[in-house]
């Protein structure tokens, strides 16, 4: 499973390889999440490497907790190899070593 949720911390932590096959299920776990109190913290620490479809999934939660008035933060740190992707692609200025950082640099988050 990609993804687990700490449910008495209240981050989901996220692992693995993130693609389209994991979108439906990353955007389940986010759902539960919202549909609880408390901010929103998603660990990046563990994510080797993510695609569109779960990015785009990322956004959407981020904007679903806005219109909520909830928190949706980022937490822990990032792996390097997902940091030059994001970059490379055109979603992230910089190159931020926390994950608390990637919410600043996410172009349009």
Request: hydrophobic fraction near 45%; aromatic fraction near 6%; proline fraction near 4%.
């Amino acid at each position: 499973m990609p993804t687990s949720k700490a449910e008495t911390q209240g981050i989901v932590n996220l692992s693995g390889v993130l693609y389209t096959d994991r979108a439906a299920a990353l955007k389940k776990e986010l759902e539960e999440a919202l549909a609880g109190s408390g901010p929103v913290l998603v660990s990046l620490s563990l994510v080797e490497d993510i695609d569109l479809a779960c990015l785009q999934v990322l956004y959407a939660a981020r904007r679903s907790a806005k219109a909520l008035g909830r928190e949706f933060h980022f937490v822990g740190s990032i792996p390097s190899r997902l940091c030059k992707r994001l970059c490379a692609a055109g979603f992230l200025r910089g190159h931020p070593e926390r994950t608390e950082d990637i919410e600043a640099g996410l172009v349009e988050f």
